[in-house]
């Protein structure tokens, strides 16, 4: 079973205008994060937010926020005020373990959202 | 800039052969993630060090190898190369100490990533 799912593969949105971008996961852990990340033409991987499973309030950096379900496994990214340097491929990702007592910690990635934005 | 450093950017060598990709974290982080990005597998995790010791191990090939020394630089070894083996690798660190809380040392950033071409 995918970890990680991110079910858009393409989307467009106007410039100026929110966009959100889904993501579920999946994990028996109690403990875990959530990050998206944003992948330029250039490929460079940008870490944009992050949130915590015990994280009561919604990640935000600056016009990042991330809209945490925990129920529902969801962990959406709303970009506001789109910009044409959005353009770019969006990840997330989720860490998984404990480092504490000799545990381990594995990250796994979505398949990404490639984000247009039309001037 | 992440603050991770990766070398060299780019890369280009014959089947058959070994090269040895450099990572250099954070200063202050004491975790060390690898991963392969291609066209057809999408961003893999291939192996996490936290100071000096594996902790996690992914989709690494035998042929591939990794280690994480004192100073806490990672380098990753990849013989008997492979036109598959064509990808973006990627190296990231953390602080690595908690998970499920806050940003603080959840955080993980990436470098610029070293950019292989087998021929």
């Known amino acids: 079973a995918q970890k990680i799912t991110q079910t858009q593969p393409g989307m467009f949105v106007q410039e100026k205008e929110a966009v959100t971008l889904d993501c579920t996961y999946d994990?028996?852990?109690?403990?875990?994060?959530l990050f998206w990340y944003k992948q330029p033409s250039s490929g460079e991987m940008i870490f944009l937010i992050y949130?915590?499973?015990?994280?009561?309030q919604n990640a935000t950096e600056g016009r990042y926020s991330l809209n945490f379900q925990k129920a529902r496994k969801s962990a959406n990214l709303v970009i506001s005020a789109s910009q044409l340097g959005d353009s770019a491929m969006y990840f997330c990702?989720?860490?998984?373990?404990?480092?504490?007592?000799?545990?381990?910690?594995?990250?796994?990635f979505g398949t990404g959202t490639k984000l247009q934005v039309i001037p | 800039d992440s603050g991770v450093t990766q070398t060299p950017k780019h890369l280009i060598t014959a089947t058959g052969q070994r090269v040895t990709l450099r990572c250099s974290p954070r200063?202050?982080?004491?975790?060390v993630y690898w991963y392969q990005q291609s066209l057809d597998q999408g961003l893999q995790f291939l192996i996490h060090?936290?100071?000096?010791?594996?902790?996690a191990k992914g989709n690494i090939l035998e042929r591939f190898s990794a280690q994480q020394f004192p100073d806490l630089h990672s380098e990753l070894n990849l013989s008997s190369l492979e036109l598959g083996d064509s990808a973006l690798y990627f190296c990231?660190?953390?602080?690595?100490?908690?998970?499920?809380?806050?940003?603080?040392?959840?955080?993980?950033?990436f470098g610029e990533g070293s950019w292989l071409t087998v021929v």
């Open positions: 200063s202050g982080d004491l975790s």
């Open positions: 060090y936290y100071n000096g010791e594996e902790r």
């Open positions: 949130q915590g499973s015990y994280d009561e």
């Open positions: 990702a989720m860490r998984e373990g404990r480092l504490n007592s000799g545990g381990y910690q594995k990250v796994t």
């Open positions: 990231a660190s953390s602080v690595g100490l908690k998970t499920g809380t806050g940003t603080s040392g959840n955080t993980i950033y």
């Open positions: 994990t028996s852990d109690q403990s875990y994060g």
